[in-house]
């Protein structure tokens, strides 16, 4: 089962738990309305019959109540994941079992009629989606039922009321027509729970393509880029992995356990191919200048994020927009820095968003590894160094740390391709410098 299923399915669990502890929690209503009843006479009910009911109710409502809310919390969950799924597996057969025991109970009351109640716990299970306990639900509520009914009939018997010349006699004409009525019940909840759960499988599981093609469509971003400009678009490439590396390397540090679901990193790393989307927007002379920027040219490059993040608010929604935010967020504030001191806006601390943090780190990261017109490729000690000086002021210190300790993983990937990538781009200053000097000629470069 894929991912999404699982997410689905555990979910609907969570929710029809909560729907069958509501149940409960309204059987001990069941006590006082039987006592009302009984007292204007309308029908008569023990009350004996009434205080065993109360006391069997209220310790099951209140179990499960406990089980299906007392774990639910985000640490615990996210700590302890199959404890959590475990509890919530238990809460769900002790809440239909509660709910038919007590329906057992109450239907072996001469006065009290249950029968299509015992179809209720049936297709209460059908809202799993889980056909086993569909088939075990109705094995156990029509074994109770033929327990509860023979019970009627003794109790029948003892008021003088019966169909029968026994108890047991009375208690098979009665379950005969019911098993008739049960077996229909059995074969509608079965077939349900089958068509449902295989319907509910193929719709998550189109949807789930169809959103892993939206994402793997953004890597086709920094192929387009390096038709425009190929330093920009091996460092879209390049950050995509350090964005990864680094959500990876926090989750399992601890920190932001709740924010670095899967489904998060796979939106922020799939949101890096766009974080510098804004660059088609910077003369071609700009970025590709071997030397320093002009203030006038810096000034032209500081607009790439707020460009970048008109762009992407521009684009279809993705991934139920999830991804268009964390986009427009890192292509806004991956420039941002966390003193104040950053730009478009000067977000400080946590103002600028997670995705933005991990992607300045990442960005700046392979700035400094690799090669550009204007600088040599930084050696890795040296990289790690000025990120080392940049905490608590360029950087989140926590993110800072976690890029150092993937230092050995960084080096290997940047070395990689270090060569091959160095070759290509002086190969297209190159060319792009005879371009230029073409022009100023008044010539094309085939000229």
């Not at 806006?345 to 690799?370: F, H, Q, W």
């Amino acid at each position: 089962m894929n991912t999404d299923n699982e997410e689905f399915f555990e979910n609907n669990t969570f929710k029809i738990n909560k729907l069958v502890s509501k149940i409960l929690i309204l059987m001990n209503l069941l006590a006082p309305l039987f006592a009302v009843l009984s007292y204007f006479k309308i029908f008569q009910i023990e009350r004996r019959f009434i205080i065993l009911s109360e006391i069997l109710i209220f310790p099951f409502s209140v179990i499960t109540l406990i089980l299906v809310y007392g774990f639910n919390f985000p640490n615990f969950k996210e700590n302890h994941p199959e404890t959590y799924e475990n509890i919530q597996h238990s809460a769900k057969y002790f809440g239909l079992l509660g709910t038919s025991y007590i329906l057992a109970l109450l239907g072996t009351n001469a006065h009290i009629g249950i029968y299509i109640g015992y179809s209720l716990i049936v297709f209460l299970s059908c809202l799993y989606y889980d056909v086993k306990l569909t088939m075990f639900l109705a094995a156990v509520n029509y074994i109770a039922m033929i327990f509860s009914q023979y019970g009627k009939s003794l109790n029948r018997f003892k008021e003088g009321i019966t169909y029968g010349a026994s108890p047991l006699a009375d208690c098979i004409a009665f379950s005969a027509g019911f098993t008739i009525e049960f077996i229909f019940v059995v074969l509608i909840a079965y077939s349900m729970t089958k068509k449902n759960k295989k319907t509910l499988h193929s719709a998550i599981e189109r949807n789930e393509k169809l959103e892993q093609t939206q994402l793997d469509f953004m890597k086709f971003v920094p192929l387009v880029l390096k038709k425009h400009e190929i330093v920009t678009g091996f460092h879209v490439e390049h950050t995509v992995q350090y964005v990864r590396m680094l959500c990876n390397k926090l989750k399992s540090e601890g920190y932001y356990k709740e924010e670095l679901t899967k489904k998060n990193i796979e939106l922020f790393s799939a949101a890096a191919n766009l974080h510098d989307i804004g660059k088609i927007y910077i003369p071609d002379h700009i970025l590709m200048k071997p030397g320093k920027f002009t203030p006038q040219e810096f000034e032209m490059m500081k607009k790439h994020p707020e460009i970048g993040c008109e762009i992407i608010q521009a684009m279809p929604k993705i991934y139920n927009e999830e991804f268009n935010k964390v986009a427009a967020q890192m292509a806004l504030c991956h420039h941002e820095r966390y003193d104040g001191t950053g730009y478009p806006n000067k977000l400080k601390g946590n103002e600028i968003p997670l995705c933005a943090r991990i992607m300045a780190v990442a960005d700046v990261t392979d700035a400094l590894l690799s090669y550009r017109p204007y600088k040599p490729a930084f050696s890795i000690e040296k990289t790690m160094k000025i990120i080392e000086e940049g905490k608590g002021t360029q950087f989140e210190p926590v993110i800072a740390d976690a890029i150092i300790q993937l230092k050995d993983e960084i080096k290997k990937y940047a070395e990689e391709r270090a060569a091959s990538e160095k070759d290509l781009i002086i190969k297209e200053t190159h060319w792009r410098e005879q371009e230029r000097e073409s022009l100023l000629r008044g010539q094309t470069v085939s000229e």
